[in-house]
């Protein structure tokens, strides 16, 4: 078997930690949380707002470190698809419907401003084409996740790698509903 070393991202509250739990799991291979990661290595700025703003080519090094002696991975976290290029074998963006990332993301105590940034992102398809920039579409895969148990979506991801489906980018569009959910005040 060829190295796999398979990001998963998405919008805050797509389901990245639970999914890339399920699949490392169900591959038998390591988990990498790249938050952990940056935290641990203190690789990061705190902006005026108290947010961190990671160091992006320490980030990539540390990456590199941490897996320089594992055979395959599953790396989560918003920025795996900014880690090297060459490493990345397959990168998993999740989707959510923006009603349902909005509940999520109210019942973590996102604020306001923050909620509507990252529904309004996920309407946008914001993460989805920042990754199809940086890797084309070929080892890209998005998953619709909004009704699926994690262990479902890792079966979509499989089959899809397997050539049984097909889960390439541009496939999901959330613009008509967040719309009709910015109609209603938000």
Excluded: Q
């Amino acid at each position: 078997m060829r190295r796999l070393v398979i990001a998963v991202t998405g919008t805050p509250g797509t389901g990245k930690s639970v999914f890339a739990r399920a699949l490392a799991k169900r591959l038998g291979v390591p988990l990498v949380d790249l938050n952990a990661l940056i935290a641990e290595k203190k690789i990061y700025k705190l902006d005026s707002e108290r947010t961190k703003i990671a160091d992006l080519s320490e980030m990539r090094r540390e990456f590199v470190r941490a897996i320089k002696d594992t055979e395959s991975v599953v790396v989560e976290g918003l920025l795996a698809y900014l880690l090297p290029k060459k490493l990345l074998t397959h990168v998993v963006v999740l989707r959510t419907e923006p009603k349902i990332l909005k509940r999520r993301l109210r019942a973590r105590k996102f604020s306001e401003a923050k909620t509507r940034e990252n529904v309004e992102a996920e309407a946008l398809d914001i993460i989805l084409w920042e990754v199809v920039d940086v890797h084309g579409t070929s080892n890209v895969y998005e998953i619709n996740t909004t009704r699926l148990k994690p262990d479902d979506a890792v079966e979509r991801f499989l089959d899809a790698v397997a050539g049984k489906i097909s889960l390439k980018p541009g496939g999901i569009s959330w613009l008509e509903e967040y719309l009709k959910l910015v109609r209603k005040s938000f």
